[in-house]
């Protein structure tokens, strides 16, 4: 079972950028594609982006798109979101999960490994 540690998340102003992290532990990470998703209070859990093993293929929600971008070392056993142009309703935690196939997907249920999550809360 991969063990994911997620990092990176704070306070920022509305228009600011935060990066974070998802160091993962097991020797076979770069079998496995890796997502972000994130809760709101009160909401379920929404696909935020998602990248493939080999990092070749990356995916984003509408809502992130060309504010956030996904990527991953798999030498470092890490997957990165850096996200850029914050607005306050991307207020939420956000949570690093992978699941062991090359292939990405959005869909929460098709990920069985998953951090502890890391809040961002984005000011107006």
């Known amino acids: 079972q991969l063990q994911l540690v997620e990092s990176g998340g704070g306070l920022v102003q509305a228009g600011g950028s935060l990066r974070l992290s998802c160091a993962a532990s097991g020797p076979t990470f770069s079998t496995y594609a890796a997502g972000w998703f994130r809760q709101a209070p009160g909401k379920e859990r929404e696909f935020v982006a998602s990248?493939?093993?080999?990092?070749?293929?990356?995916s984003y929600a509408d809502s992130v798109k060309g504010r956030f971008i996904i990527s991953r070392d798999n030498a470092k056993a890490t997957v990165y979101l850096q996200m850029n142009g914050l607005k306050p309703e991307d207020t939420a935690v956000y949570y690093c999960a992978a699941r062991p196939y090359s292939s990405t997907s959005p869909r929460a249920i098709m990920y069985d490994n998953w951090g502890q999550g890391t809040q961002v809360t984005v000011s107006s």
């Open positions: 990248i493939s093993a080999t990092g070749r293929t990356t």
